[in-house]
T-cell receptor
Framework: DAKTTQPNSMESNEEEPVHLPCNHS???????IHWYRQLPSQGPEYVIH???SNVNNRMASLAIAEDRKSSTLILHRATLRDAAVYYC????????????FGKGTHLIIQP | DSGVTQTPKHLITATGQRVTLRCSPR?????VYWYQQSLDQGLQFLIQ???????AKGNILERFSAQQFPDLHSELNLSSLELGDSALYFC?????????????FGPGTRLLVL
């Protein structure tokens, strides 16, 4: 899988929007961009994924740059429960394999 | 609650011993994945099973083995344990066996080798 680069940590205030960036300059045309997050003392959980167009779901929005070399996960109104490590993962093809997690971004939410 | 269950939650054992970790996937999911999370290596994929058959292998040591049973639950066996095997072990499941599908993770088993 192609490599992603994320900031080690970010801090935001409760009830404010949060924009988590991910750079993936070597992305290929068939790579999907997936985001997972891991809350303290829990297993990772799926957040959102996309290919080319921006995506929205009940948890977050995913904004994908036109050249697809970067993307941004948007939490519209952060709560304390959103404090977690967020992983941006590129997934190629439809074969079998496990996920390759990088170090992710540690999101800190201040009350 | 992801619907994936793992037992036990905690396990303390000694070097050289053997342990078995158990995972029950979400109802209807055919694929099970095992991951190891340690402080220095982060989250690493170990192995995947789909409907009882091994499907993909990651960074799994030869001392580790896994299997998936006809009822689709899976077990991860860790033998000749070393201090460095102390970690969180997560199981995940998905409906089919392709990497594109959402994986649902269990709460993990924390293993401490003394």
């Amino acid at each position: 899988d192609a490599k992603t680069t994320q900031p080690n940590s970010m801090e935001s205030n409760e009830e404010e929007p949060v924009h988590l960036p991910c750079n993936h300059s070597t992305i290929s045309g068939t790579d999907y961009i997936h985001w997972y997050r891991q809350l303290p003392s829990q297993g990772p959980e799926y957040v959102i994924h996309g290919l080319t167009s921006n995506v929205n779901n009940r948890m977050a929005s995913l904004a994908i740059a036109e050249d697809r070399k970067s993307s941004t996960l948007i939490l519209h109104r952060a709560t304390l429960r959103d404090a977690a490590v967020y992983y941006c993962i590129l997934i190629t093809g439809g074969g079998a394999d496990g996920l390759t997690f990088g170090k992710g971004t540690h999101l800190i939410i201040q009350p | 609650d992801s619907g994936v269950t793992q037992t036990p939650k905690h396990l303390i054992t000694a070097t050289g011993q053997r342990v078995t970790l158990r995972c029950s996937p979400r109802s209807g999911d055919l694929s099970v994945y095992w991951y190891q999370q340690s402080l220095d290596q982060g989250l690493q994929f170990l192995i995947q099973y789909y409907n009882g058959e091994e499907r993909a292998k990651g960074n799994i040591l030869e001392r580790f083995s896994a299997q998936q049973f006809p009822d689709l639950h899976s077990e991860l066996n860790l033998s000749s344990l070393e201090l460095g095997d102390s970690a969180l072990y997560f199981c995940a499941s998905s409906v089919g066996g392709t990497i594109q599908e959402t994986q649902y993770f269990g709460p993990g088993t924390r293993l401490l080798v003394l």
